[in-house]
Structure formats: C-alpha cells, structure tokens
C-alpha cells in the first residue's frame, strides 16, 4: 500500500470517529435536557409531593441541571461542526432551539431562587 493510500485511509478513519463522536455528544446533549424536562414537568411537581420531598426544591434541582444541558447542547453544536457532518446545521437549529427552552428555564429558576 502507498504511503499516500495509508494516509487517505487513516484521513477516513479519523473522519469516522469523529462523526461518531458528534452523534454521541448530541445523544447526551438530549439526554440531559430530557432529564431536566422530566424533573421540571413531571417529579418535581407532582412525584415529590406525593413522597413528601421538599416544597421549592425545584429550583435547586434545575438550575444545575439546566446548566450542564446548556453545556452539552453546545458541546453538541461544535462536535457536529468540527466532524463536517452532513446533518450538522439541522441539529444545529434542534440544539439551538433546546438552549433557548432552557436558557428561559434557567432564568425562571435563577429569579424563583434570588426572591
């Protein structure tokens, strides 16, 4: 194999990986909001008083969360714009989109937290 062979080949190689990369950052990206949704929308307001777990503590809860969803929607964004996948301006709109939800969430939780 030519020495310009091996180097396309290991071009190809690095290519893959970091396709498989960007795909796997946007996988957790949605995981995390999904968390963040699940609890904001579904335990905080109606399981955690049912098992008698603290009134307020939303905020507390999602802030952080919100935070890190925030975090790995952009960690999302520049793996599919480093990889040049060919679907990396659609989820670029989705992760933009989610980060906007998110950021309004982040703000309502700042502001129930600072009184």
Known sequence: MTEAAKTQQAGAA?????LVGAEKAFSKSIAVSAIR???TYVLIPFVFPIVGW?????PWIGLPI?????I???????RFHRSGHRWKWPM???NIAII?????????DANELLG
């Open 72 to 78: 790995a929607n952009l960690v999302s964004i520049r």
């Open 54 to 58: 603290g009134t307020g503590a939303g």
């Open 14 to 18: 690095e290519a893959a990986g970091e």
């Open 100 to 108: 906007g939800l998110l950021v309004v969430l982040v703000v309502l």
């Open 92 to 94: 670029t709109a989705i």
């Open 66 to 70: 919100g935070i890190a969803a925030i």
């Open 37 to 39: 949704c699940t609890l």
